[in-house]
């Protein structure tokens, strides 16, 4: 093999180790951990998504549409419902912390992660976030904890035209808590969670066990990310 061609392939090999980011691993709450003092925790949020119906596996543009199709009853009843029971979650968090002996409060704005600075790469020190949040610290507010809603809806798993599983409701978050003093990370975690159900999903109009089966999962995530501070 010429040595210029070599070259080539390390190159793009290197580009590929570069442009792929390595997940956060989880790190577990410890109180400790906490920077002490009279400074608060503030609890922002993300906006929570609108629900909807995905079918991950379904990898190409045919493949979704007939995903979609062959859904079509589920998909437009999906749109009535709402995710209105996470609307005072950021609360509930607040009440979580307050209760375990901290000072935290809510912060009425919602997180946009494209008005943050994003912390190059080359930079980036392991368990610290890839954001600059440093912006947050005013008020006497140390430390931020992000809840940041990425997914809630139902779910079914494909392989191209094939489904792999029957629907499952499902919810994808992403927790942590961030040191405003130089953005290293003291808590996270993602929650991705699915509940299927326990009889015939596939009652319409109204899906009654993949409907319920979605209200419960909704109430086991608020324990497990409360849980996570206990």
Known sequence: MHRKLIFTIMGVFAILLVGCATPQKPLPFSQTSVP????????????IPDFSVNFPGADCLLC????KATHYNLISYSESLKTDEL????DDVVKKLNAKGFKAKKLSEQLEFKTLNSIPRSDRKEDYSEWDFKSF???NIQVLL?????????RRGYQSYFPTEVPKANIIVEGYMVNLADNKLIWYKEFSMLKGTVGDWDVSPK????TNQYFSLIEDFKDSFLGSFN
Do not use: R
């Not at 979704?64 to 995903?67: E, F, R, S, T, V």
């Not at 992000?146 to 139902?154: A, L, R, S, T």
């Open 87 to 90: 609307i005072s979650f950021q």
């Open 146 to 154: 992000v809840i940041n809603y990425k997914q809630i809806g139902f």
């Open 36 to 47: 002490t003092g009279n400074g608060m925790i503030g609890v922002i949020q993300t906006k």
């Open 137 to 139: 610290a005013k008020d």
């Open 64 to 67: 979704i549409g007939l995903a």
């Open 207 to 210: 899906y009654p066990e993949l």
